[in-house]
């Protein structure tokens, strides 16, 4: 059975600076990846696909990465702003169809 | 484009009453895929619907339930409710074409269920 963990569960940083979100998962034959963001109260956010056949993806400040080998990825976000400010989801596809597994999240807090 | 719509947004019910709750996923989406979401067990899944049949089956009771229309829009039923049932509802849409499932996901902003 797939499980997702990522570590850490929170975390606080001043605003500007770069940081690293890290997800695991113990089953290495996925997929894809997808990274969420998570406002308060409300829906998913989709941030960022990774296939498995890809090493990473990026969009803007984000850049995420894939080492399906080691059951790893990880969320950079660069020149961190208040607005980041959210929970952030990794999730694992791992068989045939859309059925996710997600791990618990971390709770980013970006303080101006 | 729309994105996906959920109705109704927030539902207050007592024990042993029944819920249904509805999914509309973006134009031209033929997936839907419906995720339970509390504070104690993050987000799990319930089910998935691909043109009208349902794909993918996650580990909750019978008394969940979901449906897929034509126009592939989607419910889910809740029957007997429990006090534990008291969750936030969302429901994910994605392309799918041809039965393909590497796609990203977009999800609706949710149903807050609260049972009494």
């Known amino acids: 059975k797939q499980e997702v963990t990522q570590i850490p569960a929170a975390l606080s940083v001043p605003e500007g600076e770069n940081l690293v979100l890290n997800c695991s998962f113990t089953d290495s034959a996925i997929y894809n990846l997808q990274w969420f963001r998570q406002d308060p109260g409300k829906g998913l956010t989709s941030l960022l696909l990774?296939?498995?056949?890809?090493r990473e993806q990026t969009s803007g400040r984000l850049n995420a990465s894939l080492d399906k080998s080691s059951g790893r990825s990880t969320l950079y976000i660069a020149a961190s702003q208040p607005g980041d400010s959210a929970t952030y989801l990794c999730a694992v596809n791992d068989n045939a169809g859309n059925m996710l597994t997600f791990g618990g999240g971390t709770r980013l807090m970006v303080k101006p | 484009k729309a994105g996906v719509t959920q109705t109704p947004r927030y539902l207050i019910k007592t024990r042993g009453q029944q819920v249904t709750l509805s999914c509309s996923p973006i134009s031209g989406h033929r997936s839907v895929s419906w995720y339970q979401q509390t504070p104690g067990q993050g987000l799990q899944f319930l089910f998935e619907y691909f043109s009208e049949t349902q794909r993918n089956k996650g580990n909750f009771p019978g008394r969940f339930s979901g449906r897929q229309f034509s126009n592939s829009r989607s419910e889910m039923n809740v029957s007997t409710l429990e006090l534990g049932d008291s969750a936030l509802y969302l429901c994910?849409?994605?392309?799918?074409?041809?039965?393909?499932?590497?796609?990203?996901?977009?999800f609706g902003p949710g149903t807050r269920l609260l049972v009494l």
């Open positions: 994910a849409s994605s392309f799918s074409s041809g039965g393909a499932w590497q796609e990203t996901q977009y």
């Open positions: 990774i296939q498995s056949s890809q």
